[in-house]
């Protein structure tokens, strides 16, 4: 099993739609958690944290579920500016990130 | 506020020859890491330094990549000699520790080898 999964998608919506992206990690062990997003020919960047209760940042909400090993990430009223592809960012005590293979999102007019 | 600086953006070389890739990290920031970036193989990571010194090299694929970390300021990449394979994009990130924190990437390096 890897230690990150992610559907790499790509899911395509229209504007206005709610998309929500899932991912699993394989060790419990596993205590901080992110979302990043990268743009076509660009370098990965930092959209928000995972916390255990649960977060959001405007039209953007993650939430993880220790018990499942699962992290999700939704977005209400997609816009165009959306389309990217979402990576799922696992850290485990005493070692570096480890970066899913990344969802990639399509936002239509 | 400086992000990641990396030189140079774009690379292009031919096989056999050394290519130096560098790294400015954000300052202050004490954990420096080298990706590399494929279609096929997703976000590699190669090596990471914690206060300058190698942490973990385990990704590095193969004896002709070395990196070093002279100062907390600057760090290479190097690669001798070049293949066609190695093409990607390498990417430098820092973060503040290497343990449970972001990290924040540079533009990245178009690496092609001919």
């Known amino acids: 099993r890897k230690e990150v999964e992610q559907d790499p998608g790509p899911f395509n919506v229209p504007e206005g739609a709610t998309v929500a992206f899932n991912c699993t990690y394989s060790?419990?062990?596993?205590?901080?958690f992110f979302w990043y997003r990268q743009d076509c020919r660009k370098e990965p960047k930092l959209l928000m944290s995972?916390?255990?209760s649960g977060n959001e940042d405007g039209r953007f909400t993650a939430q993880l579920n220790r018990a499942s090993q699962y992290i999700s990430l939704l977005i209400r009223d997609s816009k165009l500016s959306d389309s990217a592809t979402y990576l799922c960012v696992v850290n485990q005590a005493g070692t570096a990130l480890i970066f899913g293979k990344g969802t990639t999102l399509s936002v239509s007019s | 506020d400086a992000g990641v600086i990396q030189s140079p953006r774009h690379e292009v070389t031919e096989m056999g020859q050394e290519v130096t890739l560098r790294c400015k990290p954000i300052s202050g920031h004490n954990s420096l890491f080298w990706y590399r970036q494929t279609m096929m193989r997703g976000l590699e990571l190669l090596i990471y330094?914690?206060?300058?010194?190698?942490?973990?090299d385990s990704g590095m694929p193969e004896d002709r990549f070395s990196a070093k970390m002279p100062n907390a300021s600057f760090s290479t990449l190097k690669i001798q000699p070049s293949e066609p394979r190695d093409s990607a994009v390498y990417f430098c990130a820092s973060s503040l520790s290497y343990r449970l924190q972001p990290q924040h990437f540079g533009d990245g390096t178009r690496l092609s080898i001919l």
């Open positions: 330094f914690n206060n300058n010194v190698p942490i973990d």
């Open positions: 060790n419990s062990a596993s205590q901080s």
């Open positions: 995972v916390y255990s």
